[in-house]
């Protein structure tokens, strides 16, 4: 298997593997500027306000059917 990580790497692919593996995601601080996380949060929200908008879609939004017991 081939990494991505050089000999000098500060990270470890077993601690990144085993955070995807384990609780299945991994942060890194700066790991995006924070103009790109701004407008994900924008667009996330127009998403969400659309959804809320459907009939049922907020109980979509919890992954959660209409025909629910």
Request: with cysteine; hydrophobic share 35%; aromatic share 8%.
């Amino acid at each position: 298997m081939q990494t991505a990580f050089s000999a000098t790497s500060p990270y470890e692919a077993a601690d990144i593997m085993g955070g995807l593996y384990g609780d299945g995601c991994i942060a890194r601080k700066g790991a995006f500027s924070r103009a790109w996380a701004q407008q994900l949060g924008e667009d996330v929200a127009v998403l969400f306000d659309e959804a809320r908008r459907q009939p049922a879609g907020r109980s979509k939004l919890r992954g959660r059917s209409d025909n629910r017991t």
